[in-house]
């Protein structure tokens, strides 16, 4: 890797001790392609991750200012996107090795001696972590390292899931014990760290282990009402379970080996753009399938409050997709996140059912119905199409109907590829302005004109009035009136 090799020059140039820790090493190990190095290093770890950034290229990020650790970030043609993390090294690399969390991750290499094929690296491991490797076990290095970084309590699940590895028992039992420690952790580490796990491969497992640790009450306390909750009879889950499995299968419906190889997958409209589409960082460094997982988490937060049972002995959660919108929002100011990604959560749950209600059981949506759709839901209109179909999934389970399933899904593909169709030039193209209206119909200017425009601009898109004149004739019939000038006659 170059980048490996550039900060060993780097070092030799500077002459300071610097040893690469944890997590790198034990991806290589593993024979996982790894671009997040941290490094223990003798000195000011602030003034070396600020060198390494200004000769790298990279932006210098204070991770932790408190426990001193900072982070270089970048993105190069030979190494893609890396992350560098930088920490004074506490004692000698044996003693700070066994103040870090997991034996796995309590590993060391003298970057010097990274001059070698990693197998014949000299690995420092004084926790056993290299058995604990060979075991695929995840074990805390001791007793107190929660309490030293209560952040680890939920990391547990990062590297359990991250690795394959099963959490050993008696560190299991320390993270229930000790959960309660989670809230004296910084809003924002937690949200990146929830992020985190919900971006890597794996969600069932990741949500299901933050749920059997006790952890899901402390990261997402709203959600814990929903335990137990019964649905009408076409939901296979009660609302908890439902939401942890929509999450698991919004990674099902971005999964092209699911959309090739499964019975249902294969009924799931896709097309090149779309993988682009979800991989784009959205934001605060998150792209947008994470967040359409952390909605799908919490797109029936507001279920056990409106649940009611109906006279005809029916169970409804009227009004669960407004309220839950306004859980979700108040759930990511929580979690400081910023305001970019809170209102995309906040408008994926409060949409969430849209799609399904863009027509009747059987039937098409309307061009019009379309536009309206994308118009009122906006920047997550398309990732809004997929929560819909992980959710029909996460409701019906194995009892899925195949037939019905399809039918759900060609209308998903109808609303997305009307919008290819409505994002065509000539369906963008404005047919008529606000300067128009007032010269042809004698209006003032005001926003009395913006409805008139939409008006025209909806039909456009629809496909129902292609030119001036046809939009002319169509502004005339709604206000009652013919334009008051010869110009219409030349359009």
């Known amino acids: 890797m170059e980048l490996l090799d550039r900060l060993r020059l780097h070092y030799a140039h500077l002459g300071i001790e610097a040893y690469l820790l944890g997590g790198f090493i034990r991806d290589t190990l593993l024979g996982r392609a790894a671009y997040d190095i941290d490094l223990a290093v003798t000195g000011d770890a602030k003034e070396q991750a600020n060198g390494?950034?200004?000769?790298?290229?990279?932006?210098?990020?204070?991770?932790?200012?408190?426990?001193?650790?900072?982070?270089?970030?970048?993105?190069?043609?030979d190494d893609g996107r890396w992350t560098v993390d930088i920490a004074t090294l506490q004692g000698d690399i044996e003693t700070d090795l066994q103040r870090r969390d997991f034996t796995i991750d309590a590993l060391a290499v003298p970057l010097a001696n990274t001059d070698v094929p990693s197998d014949e690296w000299p690995i420092i491991d004084p926790t056993g972590g290299l058995k604990d490797m060979d075991s695929k076990t995840l074990r805390?290095?001791?007793?107190?390292?929660?309490?030293?970084?209560?952040l680890r309590l939920i990391r547990v699940v990062r590297i359990a899931v991250q690795t394959g590895f099963e959490?050993?028992?008696?560190?299991?039992?320390?993270?229930?014990?000790?959960?309660?420690?989670?809230?004296?952790?910084?809003?924002?580490r937690v949200r990146e760290e929830l992020l985190t796990i919900l971006s890597m491969p794996g969600v069932w497992r990741s949500v299901t282990l933050l749920d059997t640790l006790g952890l899901m009450d402390e990261v997402l306390p709203e959600l814990i009402s929903a335990r137990g909750v019964d649905q009408p009879k076409e939901h296979h889950w009660d609302v908890f379970d439902h939401s942890l499995h929509c999450a698991a299968f919004v990674e099902q419906v971005l999964d092209p080996e699911f959309r090739r190889d499964d019975p249902a997958g294969k009924f799931i409209p896709w097309s090149p753009w779309l993988a682009e589409h979800f991989e784009e960082e959205y934001a605060d460094g998150h792209t947008r399938a994470t967040y359409l997982k952390l909605a799908a988490l919490l797109h029936d937060v507001a279920k056990p409050e409106t649940k009611a049972l109906q006279p005809d002995g029916r169970i409804r959660f009227l009004g669960h997709p407004v309220k839950g919108a306004a859980t979700s929002k108040k759930i990511l100011k929580r979690l400081r996140a910023s305001s970019k990604a809170t209102e995309a959560v906040r408008a994926m749950v409060d949409q969430h059912l849209r799609p399904s209600q863009l027509a009747?059981?059987?039937?098409?949506?309307?061009?019009?119905?379309?536009?309206?759709?994308?118009r009122d839901v906006g920047d997550v209109a398309v990732d809004t199409l997929y929560l819909c179909m992980a959710d029909y999934l996460a409701a019906r389970g194995p009892d899925i109907d195949l037939e019905d399933w399809a039918r759900h899904c060609e209308k998903m593909r109808f609303t997305l590829e009307e919008k290819r169709v409505q994002e065509r030039p000539e369906r963008q193209q404005r047919l008529l302005t606000g300067?128009?209206?007032?010269?042809?119909?004698?209006?003032?200017?005001?926003?009395?004109?913006?409805?008139i425009l939409e008006m025209v601009q909806e039909a456009h898109a629809a496909g129902e009035a292609n030119t001036k004149e046809e939009a002319l004739a169509m502004v005339s019939q709604a206000l009652g009136k013919k334009p008051t000038t010869t110009e219409a006659q030349h359009v």
Request: net charge negative; hydrophobic share 40%; no cysteine.
């Open 52 to 77: 390494i950034a200004q000769a790298m290229g990279g932006t210098f990020v204070p991770l932790d200012e408190e426990r001193g650790i900072y982070r270089v970030a970048a993105i190069t043609p």
């Open 140 to 150: 805390l290095t001791g007793p107190d390292v929660l309490a030293d970084d209560p």
């Open 167 to 188: 959490i050993e028992t008696e560190t299991a039992d320390a993270v229930q014990r000790q959960v309660g420690l989670l809230s004296s952790v910084s809003a924002e």
């Open 360 to 374: 009747q059981k059987g039937e098409m949506p309307t061009s019009r119905a379309v536009y309206r759709y994308y």
């Open 435 to 451: 300067h128009d209206l007032m010269a042809l119909f004698n209006l003032s200017p005001g926003p009395e004109l913006q409805p």
